[in-house]
């Protein structure tokens, strides 16, 4: 019994390394189209941008981390971008490999400053640009071609740790 009582307590804790507690499993199919939502939720517009503002019953930022957060179905009101960007939420992945429901990221500096998006798929087949959701000031959830990662900036691959498939 006592063997039993520690390995289950091992798998537990190993369980906490993969996937936060605040972060059910969410397929890629899942998070893309929870994140397709926002383009559309506010009276047939997207969602406004607002770091200070929680959208619908859910309760998620308005913001680039809290879009994340939401779409990943990572507890609401979300994490914010500093923490998207390492464990236990995300691992670090090579740019090359990103697969749709992955994240691109830039930890660095402060709140106006750091920034996550969404990768959707790659814009041509030379991964020169690629699409993506994304959370931005001004314009609110967009759809577009971005190629942050990509050179001479400081965003980073991310694969998140609850993101299944």
Request: proline share 4%; net charge positive; glycine share 10%.
């Amino acid at each position: 019994m006592r063997v039993l009582a520690m390995a289950a307590a091992v798998l537990v804790a190993l369980s906490t390394l993969v996937a936060p507690a605040h972060a059910v499993s969410v397929s890629r199919q899942e998070m893309i189209n929870r994140a397709k939502t926002w383009l559309t939720a506010s009276n047939g517009g997207p969602v406004p941008y607002n770091q200070n503002l929680y959208w619908g019953a859910e309760g998620y930022r308005q913001d680039c981390s809290g879009y994340v957060s939401m779409a990943a179905r990572i507890g609401a009101p979300g994490q914010r971008t500093v923490e998207l960007a390492k464990a236990p939420f995300s691992t670090g992945i090579a740019m090359n490999d990103l697969r749709w429901g992955d994240i691109v990221v830039d930890p660095v500096g402060d709140g106006n400053t750091r920034h996550v998006v969404i990768f959707d798929k790659w814009a041509d087949p030379y991964k020169t640009a690629y699409y993506a959701y994304e959370q931005r000031d001004i314009h609110g959830t967009t759809y577009r071609v971005l190629r942050y990662g990509l050179g001479g900036d400081q965003y980073v691959a991310r694969r998140l740790t609850n993101v299944t498939g």
